[in-house]
């Protein structure tokens, strides 16, 4: 029956060619449809395996006729080509539910507004140095369908969004860690909170009373959430604010790990990754490898000597006293935040971007406490402006990395913090925030 199935994937990114080649290999008819300009190394791969494929537009005709359909998380489900698909009541899913159909490897899933990737490639360090046979994937690195295609492992430690947790529907994370919610992204959710929040929570359906399902009861709308859902799997906490039975937490400056009758111990200042929310994604990981019975020595290994994923809280360079941070991956106010409290003042603070409707309140003690001046890099700075003048002495408008490193450099004092943290995503002047965050960083070096 596979060999008659027709699958469609709609975008070809990492994701969609991933996709693409399992469908290839699993014996299904394979077309891949991208509206925009394929790039060249995916354009080379599918020739190369003789998977069809059309890019500048989408060819209905060659699209609804589909038993399935896999889409790339950045299309939203209101898009019209969506809406025609779903119209014809023809399944639209994403590559994660499709590869894990072809898997019998455990998932570690791990999701929330901010900290799931730091978290995400801490877990898999930690596993990885265990010796476990263990994959990453989901957001970050190779896509899950291409290592599902090409691999054989026994773990993938995976990072997913609240658009890919959107597509999956039989999807089981034996693992799922709920870093935390707040608002953000909520034009794909028509601007309703708790639609966000049930996206979120999606991470731990399908789960079991043999699965687990890792939380921060520390975080308001996670824990007011928490009666709303149905979960079938053991529940963990982490927190820093109350001591718990089991779980993590934090007491005398030690991070504590109870589970299974044994406990762990480790002062928080032996931790690689500093500030608040490292310190929860720390005891995440903890609690992960917990699970898995890692020796208690690698568990702190693993947290002494990671080294955290680049444009998060990234050190650049230290130039004339002047140290620049490149946290170009805070696409939104809370991170933002975890990022100015766990910096050094004073600082000169470089903000700004294409807005998702930020509310900057949150930020306002913050600022006054550390920030000296902020340079916008953004096309757009009237929101920063207005919910900051008051707060600081100048606000100086940039529309290119180098301009916003130099004005930054010309006003700062030996011992100062650069922080490029801009709370905004980067699509008005950068390809992503990776690009972003490169152009700061070659804009440090050429000064």
Known sequence: MNRTKRIVILGAGESGTGSAVLAQKMGFVVFLSDKGIIKEKYKKELAEKNIEFEEGHHSLDKILNAD??????????????????????????????????FTKAKKICITGT?????????????????????????????????????????????????????????????????????????????????????????????????????????????????????INAKM?????????????????????IKYNNQEFHMYINELALVGQHNTYNSMAAGIVGHIYGLRKDLIRESLQDFENVEHRLEF??????????????????????????????????????????????????????????????????????????????????TTSAKEAVQIAYRFAAKGDKVLLSPACASFDLFENYEDRGRQFKKAVRDL
């Open 114 to 230: 901010n900290g799931k990737t730091t978290t995400t490639m801490l877990i898999f360090h930690m596993l990885k140095k265990a010796g476990l046979n263990v994959g990453l994937g989901g957001n970050v690195g190779v896509s899950f369908a291409r290592q599902v295609a090409h691999e054989n492992y026994d773990y993938y430690v995976l990072e997913v969004s609240s658009f890919q947790l959107d597509g999956m529907f039989e999807f089981k994370a034996e693992v799922a860690i709920l870093c935390n919610i707040t608002p953000d992204h909520l034009d794909r959710y028509e601007y309703d909170i708790n639609k966000y929040i049930d996206s979120k929570f999606r991470i731990a359906q399908n789960q079991t009373k043999d699965d687990f399902f890792i939380y921060c009861a520390d975080d308001a709308l996670t824990q007011s959430s928490l009666s709303k859902f149905d």
């Open 68 to 101: 399935e359909v896999i889409k790339s998380p950045g299309i939203a489900e209101k898009t019209d080509i969506i809406q025609k698909i779903i119209e014809r009541n023809i399944p639209v899913i994403n590559e994660l539910e499709f590869a894990a159909r």
């Open 236 to 256: 963990i906490p982490f927190t820093i604010q109350q001591i718990v039975n089991e779980g993590a937490y934090k007491e005398n400056e030690q991070l504590n």
């Open 316 to 397: 650049v360079a230290k130039v004339g006293g002047i140290e620049f941070i490149n946290d170009s991956k805070a696409t939104n106010v809370n991170s933002a935040w975890y990022a100015l409290e766990c910096t050094d003042a004073p600082m000169i603070w470089i903000a700004g971007g294409q807005d998702k409707g930020n509310d900057y309140t949150i930020l306002k003690p913050l600022v006054r406490e550390k920030v000296k001046f902020i340079v916008c890099l953004g096309k757009d700075n009237r929101k920063i402006h207005e919910a900051f003048m008051n707060d600081v002495d100048m606000i100086v408008n």
